[in-house]
């Protein structure tokens, strides 16, 4: 039996808000209504949509790419009843935005709120991987990530091909000719990415691949305070290039090494990329849109 509309919006709604009292304040029905509605989807569908523990509910893995899709579904009906209230263009509607590298996406994400100032752009920054998965189960639209290819379970759009930067303390004698390779980091204290992140990711299979063992003494999730470890000599840090630039306390030094390349991509799921919001933002991609945003910490 094909689910109802109200099964849909109190299966995202559970997955959402992660409890049934939640769901029912959010989407204006009973609690009662919520469980009966989640119960009817649930046994209908061939696998387990939601793990149950005491109070916390959460989506199965199995059905986190229904969930996703659900989602969608529920955004683009909104967009349809808009459009037939007259209210047309895209007004009231939303854009959620995951990025890995703030300063890369925001010339792009600036021109969008000045050209689309009436879509609300709700923003989360994360590492690639953590984004990426969050666009997967459809808790974001759209991010801007960084890997070394294109994502085959997304649409990948590529705003721009990346080298590597290793920075540190101004005067550090490892940065002194602008340039590094991957062996100059062998026994040299770290300040990196965690695990999580694109570039983390590449420096870590080229280290491998160069046989060297690199010594983070320090992980981070912030730009501000990599920045700030390694301007007071901490350890090396890495960056896209463009995120930092040498300045009066740090040093910046290319990363040489072949392969030690990036790509910053905008992703979405294949059934997003017509979705009035996310349509709007590649468009504005697409016209090039782009470049490093000066940086302030």
């Not at 209908?44 to 986190?64: L, M």
């Not at 969008?112 to 808790?139: N, Q, Y």
Request: with cysteine; proline share 4%.
């Amino acid at each position: 039996m094909a689910p109802t509309l109200a099964q849909l919006r109190a299966v995202d709604a559970l997955a959402r808000t992660g409890q049934f009292s939640r769901a029912a304040r959010e989407i204006g029905v009973s609690q009662p209504t919520v469980s009966a509605q989640v119960q009817a989807f649930e046994s209908a569908s061939p696998f387990r949509i939601f793990h149950r523990d005491g109070h916390s509910i959460r989506v199965a893995p199995e059905a986190e790419s229904l969930v996703a899709k659900i989602r969608i579904a529920l955004a683009c009906l909104d967009e349809i009843e808009r459009d037939m209230r007259g209210e047309g263009g895209a007004a009231a509607r939303r854009l959620s935005l995951g990025f890995s590298a703030h300063r890369l996406i925001m010339p792009i994400l600036s021109a969008f709120v000045r050209r689309h100032g009436e879509i609300r752009v709700v923003t989360r920054g994360g590492p690639s991987a953590e984004l990426i998965e969050a666009v997967l189960k459809g808790d974001l639209d759209l991010a801007a990530i960084s890997r070394p290819a294109p994502d085959p379970r997304l649409v990948c759009f590529e705003l721009a091909r990346c080298r590597i930067v290793v920075y540190g303390q101004k005067g550090h004698a490892a940065l002194a000719s602008g340039a590094i390779r991957i062996a100059d980091l062998d026994g040299q204290k770290m300040v990196l990415w965690n695990r999580l992140s694109g570039t983390r990711s590449l420096l870590d299979r080229l280290a491998e691949a160069a046989g060297i063992v690199l010594d983070p003494v320090m992980e981070v999730a912030t730009l501000d305070v990599a920045y700030a470890a390694a301007a007071v000599g901490i350890g090396l840090a890495i960056a896209v290039e463009g995120e930092v630039e040498a300045d009066e306390h740090i040093d910046v030094a290319v990363l040489e090494d072949a392969g030690s390349d990036i790509g910053h991509y905008l992703v979405t799921l294949p059934e997003y990329v017509r979705h009035a919001a996310v349509a709007a933002f590649l468009a504005l991609a697409a016209e090039g849109v782009v470049g490093p945003a000066p940086a302030r910490f």
